[in-house]
T-cell receptor
Framework: SQELEQSPQSLIVQEGKNLTINCTSSKTLYGLYWYKQKYGEGLIFLMMLQKGGEEKSHEKITAKLDEKKQQSSLHITASQPSHAGIYLCGAAAGNMLTFGGGTRLMVKP | DTGVSQDPRHKITKRGQNVTFRCDPISEHNRLYWYRQTLGQGPEFLTYFQNEAQLEKSRLLSDRFSAERPKGSFSTLEIQRTEQGDSAMYLC??????????????????FGPGTRLTVL
């Protein structure tokens, strides 16, 4: 079965700083999803990556899938308190998604 | 359409009671998924439907769990004889499955707000 490992598990940054979250897969990624979750709430879709080397951006968040399709990174530029939450990567595994354990982000004003 | 909705948002029950959750997917989505998420973990797949057919079930879905999607629209997840270990967030998601020749592709899965179950 496919396993996803996210690092770091938690992160505290000062407002305005940049940060990167990594997601490493035990198998080739054929579809990699990034979601954000506020504590106790559902998942908000951020981006989906499918092709090796693909990069997508939305506002201040950029996600990349490496050429070998086994690792993805999520980069936030000039972090804001609104970026706080849990970031989850999910891999398309057959007809379902397999998720990493999440990265808990806190942004200090 | 405002997205995937779930009801109730919170449920507190005593051990041994039965509970039922409802999920209303995005209207044009033919696939509906159930996931379970425990504290500090990522969501784990339980089961999914394409239209009204339940096509896959995880081994996490014990015989106390049953899910239905009778008309290919909303879905219900029932847990019988609840146990304290069933306490979790139950998430529903929906997507579209597009048939492309002999293969297919799945669009993004959009999640509902979840139902938080606490079993006392």
């Amino acid at each position: 079965s496919q396993e996803l490992e996210q690092s770091p598990q938690s992160l505290i940054v000062q407002e305005g700083k940049n940060l990167t979250i990594n997601c490493t897969s035990s198998k080739t990624l054929y579809g990699l999803y990034w979601y954000k979750q506020k504590y106790g709430e559902g998942l908000i879709f951020l981006m989906m990556l499918q092709k090796g080397g693909e990069e997508k951006s939305h506002e201040k968040i950029t996600a990349k899938l490496d050429e070998k399709k086994q690792q993805s990174s999520l980069h936030i530029t000039a972090s804001q308190p609104s970026h706080a939450g849990i970031y989850l990567c999910g891999a398309a595994a057959g007809n379902m998604l397999t998720f990493g354990g999440g990265t808990r982000l806190m942004v200090k004003p | 359409d405002t997205g995937v909705s779930q009801d109730p948002r919170h449920k507190i029950t005593k051990r041994g009671q039965n509970v039922t959750f409802r999920c209303d997917p995005i209207s044009e989505h033919n696939r509906l998924y159930w996931y379970r998420q425990t504290l500090g973990q990522g969501p784990e797949f339980l089961t999914y439907f394409q239209n009204e057919a339940q096509l896959e079930k995880s081994r996490l879905l014990s015989d106390r769990f049953s899910a239905e999607r009778p008309k290919g629209s909303f879905s219900t997840l029932e847990i019988q004889r609840t146990e304290q270990g069933d306490s979790a967030m139950y998430l529903c998601a929906s997507s579209r499955y597009l048939t492309l020749g002999t293969s297919g592709s799945i669009t993004e899965q959009f999640f509902g707000p979840g139902t938080r179950l606490t079993v006392l």
